[in-house]
């Protein structure tokens, strides 16, 4: 009789075997071992296929399928945290007395009135505030520059940016790459709601991030890349931060715009886990012949069965400006964070299955662009969302 005990580790099969006799004794000291690596997913064969450029900072910035498995380690180590507050890094801190009374070393950059630490949507703000004659300063820790994937909004909100001496209209127009209307509201066969101006307008990220940050430029802002934020210590008249380049910067005000994972934010919360999390998947494909409206949320079914969870699935649809035959579709559940919740890639799995439905399309008649994804916790009873 043989023995067959499988086990899986790092991704690959291992098969051992051993020889025993009818009544349970070993007879032979041979083991055979075999190893085969498991069949990649659907997800991991598209995603290896595309070709990817840089990846940018901020959600969805990220397009390859090693940066997929890195943020859903992340969402994992999440799903498994225990609940209340952890140990986290204390970024600031707080010293009794003035800042001339201390030390700032021989690497101090300037002081400023305002320090803007995350440049991705940061830079929109240190902008505006540049052009109304405040000294500032954006910290990033990757360049500044805008995804690839279109980011969609309306020209209400366009129009506020020239408000706040952000853009001019030129450049406005300039950075558009879609539009399109109208715009459909639906839920499980419950009939659709169609606006118009809701979401209508795709922008590249690129250009605009692009042309805010040369704009702050001109305004005196000072940029400082490839700098990540080591500390914050708060006198009582200056708040001093020291850089992982070593660099020193001291300000009136520090505003916190790392997004989701700043460990500004983590401080504040003390490393408590999410209430609940967004799960966002998606694509940017070429070969869609309907493409003159959006969706700006659908939903098709209300629980479907994903991994080990119960979801509900949410959609999003908008033509991309690439080209006439390009569509970018969204789909995103809320759910709890916990051990069966499922994986960004398991919602890929799903998605690649519902999408070419949902569109009336093959997925066999696409070319998948782009693959996008990301995750946005939230939090019950926070002043801090």
């Known amino acids: 009789m043989v023995v067959l005990q499988i086990h899986q580790f790092n991704g690959f099969v291992s098969s051992v075997s051993r020889a025993q006799t009818n009544q349970g004794r070993r007879r032979a000291s041979t083991t055979v071992c075999v190893q085969t690596q498991l069949a990649p997913s659907l997800t991991q064969k598209i995603m290896e296929s595309i070709s990817v450029g840089g990846e940018a900072g901020g959600a969805g910035g990220a397009y390859s399928y090693n940066a997929l498995k890195r943020l859903d380690n992340i969402w994992s180590n999440i799903c498994t945290q225990p609940t209340g507050p952890q140990e986290t ?115 590249s990220p690129a250009k ?45 005000l520090v505003i916190d715009a790392m997004g989701n994972f700043s460990p500004i934010l983590k401080q504040i919360k003390r490393g408590r886990k999410p209430d ?13 012949k309907e493409n003159s409206s959006s969706d700006v949320i659908y939903s098709s079914s209300s629980v479907t069965r994903v991994a080990d969870s119960n979801v509900q699935l949410f959609w999003e649809a908008f033509p991309a400006g690439s080209g006439p035959l390009d569509r970018t579709t969204y789909m995103f559940t809320y759910t709890e964070p916990q051990s069966t919740s499922p994986s960004l890639e398991d919602l890929l799995e799903e998605y690649w299955k519902l999408m070419p439905k949902y569109q009336g399309v093959s997925l066999d008649e696409l070319e998948i662009l782009r693959v996008v994804y990301g995750i946005f916790p939230t939090y019950r009873n926070s002043f801090v969302q």
Not at 92 to 103: E, K, L
């Open 89 to 203: 890094q204390q970024i600031v801190s707080r010293v009794s007395g003035f800042s001339q009374d201390y030390s700032m070393g021989n690497n101090l950059v300037g002081t400023f009135d305002i320090v803007v630490c995350g440049g991705t949507l940061g830079i929109f703000l240190a902008t505006a505030l540049c052009a109304k004659g405040l000294r500032v300063a954006v910290v990033e820790r990757n360049a500044i520059k805008g995804r690839d994937q279109e980011w969609n909004i309306s020209r209400k909100e366009m129009k506020e940016l020239t408000e706040v001496g952000v853009l001019t209209e030129d450049e406005i127009e300039e950075v558009i790459a879609a539009k399109f209307n109208p715009n459909r509201c639906g839920f499980e066969n419950l009939g659709d709601i169609w606006v118009e101006d809701i979401l209508n307008l795709g922008v």
């Open 208 to 252: 605009l991030v692009e042309t805010v940050k040369q704009r702050f430029i001109s305004l005196g802002g000072v940029i400082l890349e490839d700098s990540s934020l080591s500390s914050i210590v708060i006198y009582n008249d200056l708040a001093v931060m020291q850089l992982s380049k070593g660099d020193t910067l001291s300000s009136r």
């Open 276 to 288: 609940g999390m967004c799960l966002v998947v998606g694509s940017c494909a070429h070969g869609f």
